[in-house]
């Protein structure tokens, strides 16, 4: 299923490069999105990240894992992407648009990711440890992560990029009551992860704190039916930078820092308003 995902992203990289040399093929103010027009936008997502190296910093400890492997955690099927008190706990995403231009419009957004740390997995290690029982489990330069008595990692709910964009908006296809508008774009936001994090067997960590910032790119293809329904389908890499994830329930220095890309592949359906039609 991954690298269905993994199909669907590098299609949309394709699809940018094409429709970006044929942006004069329809312009006529019927398939316009002007001035003015807002939509809204829920859905969801599967995402995908690089290896990267976590540092953990605290009384007695500073040391680095490297290459750290870890993916996202969608959840199975079930009401819970129906029922309106049980929306966000999926891979979810929200968007707002506003147009400031025609076919130019400002979004702000939520992506809410999630993003597990690899439990089986045998992780380089470089730096100290003063407790002698947690040191000993480091082994020719290497901790074996296995058994989570060391560690365990997560943002699981979440992942949470709230960030602002610009995105410009071209129709390609435009018929009686149904239009199709490519788009691409950039954005930059905040990093609020609730993270899930125990070390060392302290009490486990899980609050929502303002942990950095990311970066992205992003296109996606739009599906206008009579004017107003929308079914929108996304792509987006970006940039994380985490310098200051809590690890600790109390208010000691312990943290953690991390920086990795990503990329995300999501769907769902959304609402045009105020549409302006000639």
Same mark, same amino acid.
């Given at each position: ?43 969801? %997502?599967?995402?995908?990240?690089? !290896?990267? #190296? /976590?540092?953990?910093?605290?009384? =007695?400890?500073?040391?680095? @894992? ?104 071209? %129709?390609?296809?435009?018929?009686? !009551?149904? #239009? /199709?508008?490519?788009?691409?774009? =950039?954005?930059?936001?905040? @990093? ?87």
């Amino acid at each position: 299923m991954k690298k269905f995902f993994e199909f669907v992203f590098v299609f949309f990289v394709g699809i940018t490069i094409v429709f970006g040399q044929n942006q004069d093929t329809i312009d006529n103010d019927k398939s316009t999105l002007k001035k003015g027009t807002m939509f809204v936008f829920w859905g969801w %997502n599967r995402a995908g990240f690089s !290896n990267s #190296d /976590i540092r953990f910093r605290g009384n =007695g400890y500073d040391f680095t @894992l490297s290459n750290v492997v870890a993916h996202d955690r969608p959840s199975e099927l079930s009401m819970a992407y129906i029922d309106p008190t049980r929306l966000s706990i999926p891979q979810f995403n929200f968007r707002l648009a506003y147009f400031i231009k025609d076919n130019l419009a400002v979004v702000i957004a939520q992506d809410h990711m999630k993003y597990v740390m690899d439990q089986d997995q045998i992780a380089k290690f470089n730096g100290h440890i003063s407790d002698p029982a947690y040191a000993a489990m480091v082994q020719n330069g290497q901790v074996n992560l296995t058994d989570e008595q060391f560690l365990t990692f997560e943002h699981t709910d979440g992942l949470n990029y709230i960030n602002a964009g610009l995105e410009k908006y071209k %129709n390609v296809l435009s018929k009686k !009551n149904f #239009d /199709i508008f490519w788009a691409y774009g =950039g954005g930059i936001g905040a @990093l609020m992860p609730k993270s899930n994090v125990k070390l060392f067997g302290n009490e486990r960590s899980d609050r929502y704190h303002l942990a950095g910032f990311g970066l992205d790119a992003r296109t996606n293809i739009n599906f206008v039916f009579w004017n107003h329904i929308m079914a929108r389908v996304e792509g987006k890499f970006g940039y994380i930078n985490m310098p200051d994830i809590k690890t600790t329930l109390n208010n000691k220095p312990d943290k953690a820092s991390q920086d990795f890309v990503f990329y995300q592949v999501n769907f769902g359906i959304g609402y045009v308003f105020n549409r302006k039609l000639k």
